[in-house]
């Protein structure tokens, strides 16, 4: 470590996850508070709630870094604000040069840029994708994830209600709205991937061979109709 540099201690505590969700905790319970819709600020957080759960149960098991914890916190934060005010933050955007509330792309592309990363987490240490595949595969599932979720609020507005599915939607009137939300999501996994990337190069001394790597396939011969045949003969007649 340089001469120096002062380390960040509590960063590395290993009580820091607690105090993060402490935070969280915190931060809900005070947007749940008197929220301009109470039904859609549920609805808002169907998922963030399990979300939340899963990643204390699997703390023991598989802890995340606590980089990854601090930025899922940080767009869970953006997002509790957006459902408390029903994507309808007060921000002044005609003074921004906009007729639109934009608070809603702005979750979309906080989801890109800090959920990418613990993504990227999980798939190099559940799926040890390594080289190119360990930036590619986040910024793909990230996209992926964002179109689940567009088909959801489509959902809505079709099981819960039209009106409370279209203010869960909050397209305002633009038919282009889930591809752009889409769109921003991926720009946010590709400013984050990217940014990592050149992290790992400057930093990592086996980044190029980890690259070269992940060009190699692991096996030798192809799958489909292979892959097939040699089950049929390893199960037996």
Do not use: C
Not at 116 to 135: D, K, N, Q, V
């Amino acid at each position: 470590m340089p001469t120096g540099f002062a380390r960040p201690t509590f960063f590395f505590h290993r009580r820091y996850p607690q105090a993060l969700l402490v935070v969280f905790a915190a931060v809900f319970l005070l947007f749940a508070i008197r929220p301009l819709d109470v039904f859609d600020f549920w609805l808002e957080n169907m998922i963030v709630l399990p979300f939340v759960a899963l990643l204390v149960v699997s703390r023991r098991r598989f802890p995340l870094s606590n980089i990854s914890y601090t930025l899922i916190l940080t767009y869970l934060v953006i997002h509790e604000v957006g459902a408390h005010y029903k994507y309808d933050v007060p921000i002044d955007w005609e003074s921004l040069g906009s007729e639109r509330d934009h608070y809603d792309r702005l979750v979309h592309f906080s989801f890109g840029l800090f959920m990418a990363y613990p993504i990227r987490e999980m798939f190099h240490r559940l799926a040890r994708t390594r080289g190119l595949w360990s930036y590619y595969l986040p910024l793909d599932v990230t996209l992926s994830f964002s179109a689940v979720y567009e088909i959801i609020e489509w959902a809505a507005t079709l099981v819960v209600s039209r009106e409370a599915g279209l203010n869960f939607v909050g397209a305002q009137g633009d038919e282009w709205d889930a591809i752009k939300d889409m769109g921003l999501a991926g720009l946010g996994a590709l400013i984050t991937m990217t940014t990592t990337m050149v992290i790992a190069y400057r930093n990592n001394p086996r980044f190029r061979d980890e690259f070269k790597s992940s060009f190699q396939p692991e096996l030798d011969e192809p799958m489909g109709e292979v892959l097939l045949e040699r089950w049929r003969r390893e199960k037996g007649p």
